[in-house]
């Protein structure tokens, strides 16, 4: 005689595995797309809290990162994410938050425009670090070339 409870245990753990695979694969495949859209500059470490962060564009001009309200970057409170460039004209599309410490998924936000920069509106979520380090990868567009600029920063939580 055939044991159902038996079966439906098994039944149950094919299906969580097929699952998780399918989100791993699915994972994987789109850092694999988004990495070759975009050219992926080294990281800059910003204190945001201490106005904006430059980033030297190699063929010249300087890219603004800002979050305001300054004095109240913290977990859980809206801000806003600026992005400028200081030698022509700049497209940005998307940012995309991620923990550089912990694993806290990802989080995108989309850019819009506001005469000469983008802006977005964003939330930092809440860790049970009392310190977390985060990725601002910001995609954008300058001079026909697709970049993907990563900002990193830490949050304090209060």
């Not at 995609?139 to 600029?149: D, E, Q, S």
Request: proline content about 6%; charged content about 25%; glycine content about 6%.
């Amino acid at each position: 005689m055939i044991d159902l409870r038996a079966m439906n245990w098994k039944a149950l753990l094919l299906v969580i595995l097929l699952f998780a695979g399918a989100l791993l694969v699915g994972r994987f495949l789109d850092q694999q797309q988004e990495a070759g859209e975009y050219e992926v500059l080294a990281p800059l470490w910003c204190e945001p809290q201490a106005g904006p962060c430059f980033y030297d564009y190699p063929p010249g001009g300087k890219i603004r990162f800002s979050l305001e309200p300054q004095q109240r970057i913290r977990p859980m409170e809206p801000l806003t994410a600026t992005i400028d460039y200081s030698d022509g004209e700049i497209s940005a599309s998307s940012l995309l938050l991620t923990g550089l410490n912990m694993e806290m998924g990802q989080n995108r936000f989309a850019f819009h425009q506001e005469d000469d920069a983008y802006t977005a509106r964003i939330m930092i979520p809440v860790c049970t670090l009392e310190r977390m380090e985060w990725r601002a990868l910001v995609r954008m567009t300058i001079r026909g070339r697709r970049l993907a600029v990563p900002f990193d920063f830490a949050v304090e939580r209060n």
